[in-house]
């Protein structure tokens, strides 16, 4: 099973997403139990945010955490832009506490870029990190300059990951925001890594290669696609699945290993970008 540290804390590197999970009442059963076949099947992080269902993913989560040990979870919260401010921040990260029945998170991150100064979000991050509340702060959805001009303030460098989206159809960070991060050793957290289920176009579902790469390792084409996320070291991906079975083959996935003949397949079908991409984000 593949391994990342985030924050001197190593990690399985499947995690647990919770976007639109805990909106449907009828669904709520299943996805707890979803998410405590994944933490079941060996994962230990569980991304959530303040905005995901106006807090009811949080109320989920704390739900479905309820029976593990704390100590052996990584808990992923993240705040709106609008309120990382020194005003608001420690209100909502109250509230997120409270909604996930913790109190403190492993790591908390900007959900994305607002209006309130970068500088003014660092420090009232390490004024949490000092009260406890957290015990790391990140980033996400940053591209490299936002990333530069973190590095250069105050305690910028305390940054300790980035969520950004990555998945075989949106590979543009590997054109620069990816070697610059593993240049500063700072992991890339993989949202949508299964590009949504690809409930879009349907592209990638009816892909042969894809299909071929996944008989060939008696696994489905979603573990193909999260295992290649994963294929080289810093990264951490957080498949969302309503479904027990499903999250439980995600955590598998992370033992796929490709060989340099279906690395470079995957390569051709969907090739790595050659010039600078706009940051993709949902
Ligand atoms: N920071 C950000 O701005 C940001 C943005 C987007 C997402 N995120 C985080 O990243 C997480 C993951 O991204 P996402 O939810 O957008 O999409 P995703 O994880 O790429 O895809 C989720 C979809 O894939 C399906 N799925 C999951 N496992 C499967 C499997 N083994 N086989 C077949 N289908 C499978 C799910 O359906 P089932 O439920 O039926 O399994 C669901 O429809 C989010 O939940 C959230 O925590 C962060």
Known sequence: MKEVTI???????????????????????????????????????????????????????????????????????????????????????????????????????????????????????????????????????????DLQELWALPNGDHCVANQDLYNLDERGIEFDLLPVMRAHRLPLIAYSPLAQGDSISGKLATNKVLQEIAANHQATIYQVMLAWTLREPGVLAIPKSGSAQHAQLNVQASSLEFTSDELKQLADTFPKPTSKQPLAVI
């Open 7 to 145: 924050n001197g804390i190593t990690l399985p590197a499947v995690g647990i997403g919770t976007w639109n999970v805990g909106d449907h009442p009828s669904q709520r059963q299943d996805e707890i139990a979803a998410i405590q076949a994944g933490i079941n099947a060996g994962a230990r992080v569980v991304d959530t945010a303040e905005m995901y269902g106006n807090g009811r993913a949080e109320r989920l989560v704390k739900d479905a955490i309820a029976p593990f040990d704390r100590g052996n979870l990584f808990l992923i919260d993240k705040v709106l832009p609008q309120n990382a401010s020194a005003r608001l921040l420690e209100r909502s990260l109250d509230r997120s506490l409270q909604n996930v029945g913790t109190d403190y998170f492993d790591l908390y991150l900007l959900h994305w870029r607002g209006t309130v100064p970068l500088l003014e979000t660092v420090t009232t991050m390490e004024e949490m990190v000092k009260k406890g509340k957290i015990r790391s702060w990140g980033v996400s959805n940053f591209d490299v300059s």
